[in-house]
């Protein structure tokens, strides 16, 4: 009984360590009001009744049933109220509302340390590994740092104490814990007195603050954005929810667009047509651009496997596009349609949504900068049609499910915008032959004008500008070449962005003005194609209106692209430029006022202190878990091994542990030739199994000394076996490796 009293102390006291490293820094990274010491008494009280219960099966149950009608009994009374309040106070807390947890306070701080204080005590009992509670530990420090509360970390120390002297008892279990103790109590003692408030070094805390900005963006971006739109612009001043009305673009600068020809930097991408305005139904998820895990998705979205690279001619060129932004702007990054490389510059973290519509983890501001490389693809360029011809006899796995999302059309409808449709396209089967006409028909008999009057609410916004006003703008012209191709059975989708006309030297100063929409539409085997219904003899500043009469005389169109140029000039004969470039030497000054410098970074000094090792800390962890992958390494440990008989044994034990990772544990009793023919009759593993268990209850139980050739026996079937390991094994088997001692990892224990 005496042996079972001290086994049962000595896990009080581990046990208390970790609740005492743990449940101060989750108290004040629920909330500062909560770090109450007190609470430390009430998690050993806890832990005290536990080990009491743990002395006898008869005071288990007593315990436990005790314990159990305690819980009912609070549970019918205010106890499930109060539960209740904890709940939601803890998921508005998750939610970054943090006035609901200190009006609970109190039943907040004692049901956290109760909670956490019973996981201390299960995680630590006497056969469990320092697994458990090392990842308790990362937890609770990564909830501190990621809520930049690095001034709780200190109190961390008695939990690593705990882990600590899990680590020494699990590798040598004769080892006192007498031995292990004090220097625990010293850390704890620390823990108390750096816990009071610690110094910082400010070059330390600004290096955490980019990294814990990194992990955050890269691992955690959840947070609403802002998105670009035309009515931020001025280019909607009836609002999001109506197109039309005249509009009062912004002369301000937004970009410097360095780009070899006219460029169509893509914003916002909207799939669904409501008669008043655009939605977005694709864009809710958000994928990070450089994960290799969204690589097929990224692929497909962005089309950048077409056209296939047997048919791919000198249109399929990738030009660079770099762009610097002058001034603030929403998260969103204006790129080209088929981004084959994306080069974030700064502390940029890209994303891309199911929309195609690429953007980052915050609002963009003056000086940012990034490159895009991309194949610029328009339907205005020379044998566009005939690549499209050949594409389209290609096989596209992608193609079935666009048709049946980019044709979609409400059904207020009028039949009269159908014949419409019908009657631009009629005698044409080509899909490209029938968008061109439909461009060229817009084009042709619809004026280009900024002079238009507000548009009324209870009207189709495309059947009033087809019918009855056939003048306005980018949106009037983009909405109707959309609505128009789903209705003669293309795929297309309706796009916001701006227009970049670079003049020589491939520079272009990209403002309000710019801002422009228009359409593209989806081919079988080629993907999304740009098209630009707006007329191109539009006046380029957009602010002086258009002299009445259409802007091309009446003629039938031709959807061939020769013709489809022909009736609308090219950009470089027609465009005015809307801006001037600026001179290189006002240039430089929009880029070089960084976003936020050292005195901004240093504004926090006087706030809680922070924890300057908490880098050197991390990579000593990061340094030993790779020093314990090298050593505990079989092959290490055999070029280390003094004798044949030690190499022999480090590959039976390798062995063992790569079962073990399948779950596969030899059962008390089981002899080493019946443990294998289990494994044969029921393992996962196409590698036999009894040949080496045969060979090891030989070396095992005979005089036979192993030789040479049992070791490289031995060591094939290891190679083999972790070949043939499933995912979950794999990381069972480094578990396993790095966190349990060779002692107890061995085939026959």
């Known amino acids: 009984m005496g042996m079972k009293i001290r086994v049962r102390a000595v896990h009080a006291l581990i046990a208390f360590l970790l609740s005492a490293g743990t449940v101060m820094p989750l108290l004040g990274v629920m909330d500062p009001s909560l770090s109450d010491t007190r609470m430390l008494i009430l998690s050993a009280t806890v832990i005290l009744v536990l080990e009491a219960a743990c002395l006898h099966r008869i005071s288990v149950i007593a315990v436990a049933g005790a314990g ?32 609901a947890l200190p009006l609970i306070g109190g ?132 609002g999001q929810d109506q197109l039309g009305g005249k509009p009062n673009p912004e002369k301000t600068p937004v970009m410097q667009v360095t780009t070899p020809r006219t460029t169509y930097l893509r914003g916002t991408i909207y799939d669904t047509y409501t008669g008043r305005s655009w939605g977005n139904t694709a864009g809710g998820r958000r994928y990070l651009w450089q994960s290799g895990r969204m690589e097929s998705n990224r692929q497909r979205l962005f089309d950048q496997g077409l056209p296939p690279d047997s048919i791919r001619n000198s249109l399929s060129g990738t030009e660079t596009v770099r762009i610097r932004m002058l001034n603030e702007s929403p998260s969103t990054l204006f790129v080209p349609q088929r981004v084959r490389e994306l080069i974030p510059g700064a502390d940029l973290v890209p994303y891309f949504s199911d929309a195609s519509e690429i953007f980052i983890t915050r609002n963009l501001q003056d000086g940012d900068t990034y490159t895009v490389r991309a194949p610029l693809f328009t339907s205005d360029d020379a044998g566009i049609g005939s690549l499209l011809d050949l594409c389209a006899a290609k096989g596209d796995a992608g193609w079935e499910s666009v048709p049946d999302i980019y044709t979609a059309l409400p059904d207020h409808l009028e039949q009269s915008v159908y014949e419409l449709a019908q ?67 293309l795929p297309a989708r309706y796009v916001e962005g701006y227009l970049a006309e670079p003049l020589s030297g491939g520079e272009v100063l990209v403002t309000g003005e710019n801002a422009h929409a228009w359409t593209e539409v989806c081919f079988k085997g080629f993907g999304w194609l740009t098209f630009d219904a707006t007329p191109k003899t539009r006046n380029a500043s957009r602010n002086s ?46 880029g070089t006022n960084p976003p936020a410098g050292p005195d901004s970074g240093n504004a926090d000094n006087g706030e809680a202190g922070g924890f300057p090792w908490l880098i050197p800390l991390l990579i000593l962890l990061l340094a030993a878990l790779a020093a314990r992958i090298a050593v505990t390494s079989p092959a290490f440990r055999e070029k280390h091994a003094e ?33 294998a023919r289990r494994i044969d009759r029921t393992g996962p593993f196409s590698t036999p199994a009894e040949p080496v268990g045969r060979s090891i209850s030989m070396l095992r139980y005979s005089a036979i000394r192993p030789g040479q050739e049992d070791t490289g026996f031995i060591r094939d079937t290891a190679i083999l076996l972790k070949s043939e390991l499933s995912r979950p094994g794999y990381v069972r088997y480094w578990m396993r490796r790095v966190f349990l001692p060779a002692a107890r990892r061995s085939w026959t224990r």
């Open 68 to 99: 159990l009608a305690g819980l009912l009994i609070w549970l019918t009374g205010s106890g499930s109220r109060i539960v209740s309040d904890y709940m939601m106070a803890m998921t508005l807390r998750m939610q970054g509302i943090q006035s």
């Open 643 to 675: 004798s044949e008989e030690q190499k022999t044994e480090i590959w039976i034990q390798e062995v063992s542990d790569l079962y073990a990772a399948e779950n596969l544990i030899r059962k008390r009793g089981e002899s080493p030739i019946a443990f």
């Open 423 to 489: 009657k631009i396209t009629a005698g044409i089967s080509n899909p490209y032959e029938k968008a061109a006409a439909i461009q060229n028909w817009l084009r042709n008999n619809c004026r280009y004008t900024l002079d238009v009057s507000e548009h009324p609410e209870n009207i189709d916004f495309v059947t009033m500008f087809l019918f009855q006003t056939k003048k306005g703008y980018c949106t009037y012209f983009a909405s109707a070449m959309t609505v128009l191709c789903r209705m003669a059975g």
């Open 545 to 590: 209106p258009e002299p009445e009469g259409p802007s091309a005389p009446d003629a039938t169109p031709s959807p061939e692209p020769p013709d489809m140029e022909t009736a609308s000039p090219t950009p470089e004969t027609d465009h005015t430029p809307p801006t001037p470039t600026p001179e290189p030497s006002q240039q430089p000054d929009s």
């Open 107 to 238: 039943h907040a701080m004692r049901i956290t340390t109760v909670i956490l204080t019973i996981i201390c005590f299960a995680v630590t009992i006497r056969r469990a590994t320092c697994l458990p509670s090392l990842l308790l530990c990362i937890g609770v420090a990564l909830m501190a740092w990621f809520s930049e509360r690095q001034d709780l970390l200190p109190w961390m120390l008695p939990a690593l104490a705990a882990v600590l002297t899990l680590v020494l008892i699990t590798r040598n279990e004769e080892t006192p814990v007498i031995r292990v103790l004090p220097w625990a109590a010293l850390i704890t003692v620390l823990a108390f007195l750096l816990g009071g408030g610690c110094t910082e070094a400010p070059a330390m805390k600004n290096k955490a603050d980019e990294i814990r900005q990194a992990i955050m963006d890269r691992l955690f971006f959840t947070e609403a954005r802002d998105v670009f739109s035309l009515y931020a612009v001025g280019f909607s001043p009836q």
